[in-house]
């Protein structure tokens, strides 16, 4: 086993002041890293009949599709307003200052899928809270979230109704 803490690169103070970013390009560069992260997202969720992988703009789509891949599941994508062709399904969140919003393609997955939620970081707990309510809202059933890093001191899963799987804590 790889100690994955060591492909993560912390960046002080980006991209603003105050934040440290967890710059996760030298584990997704490394084919035995990557792997590794992937496998440990996808076990907990491996034998969920979870029909759907739902990964969230832009570094949680780098990981759902192989998460999907290995789970048996398919693929669908919440983008930031205005990325996607067809008829979409939107919810609006709070920021710390303004708000945000995603969106998913209307016909994303069949009624009463079921959906796992991915993506690269869990900081606040907004975007993914507001993923899952977006995904309720195009009639999905969401049976847990995985992500690769926890922002534990940020106290987002508080803002999360269900099993939450995270490879790396801080
Ligand atoms: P939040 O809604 O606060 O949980 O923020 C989660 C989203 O912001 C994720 O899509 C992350 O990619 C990104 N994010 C938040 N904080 C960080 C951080 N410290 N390092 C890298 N990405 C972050």
Redesign the pocket.
Known sequence: MLDLYSFVADVPDYPEPG?????ITPLLANADAFLQAVEQMAAPFADKGIDIVVG?ES??FLVAGSIAERIGAGVGLVRKPGKLPRETVSVTYDLEYGTDSLEIHADAFEHGANVLIV??????????AACKELVEKAGGTVLGATML?E?TF?G?RAKFDGPLNAVLTY
């Not at 690269?120 to 707990?125: I, K, R, S, W």
């Open positions: 934040i440290v970013f967890k710059d969230i570094r949680g993506d690269d970081v869990l900081a606040t707990g907004g975007t993914l890093i922002l940020l987002g």
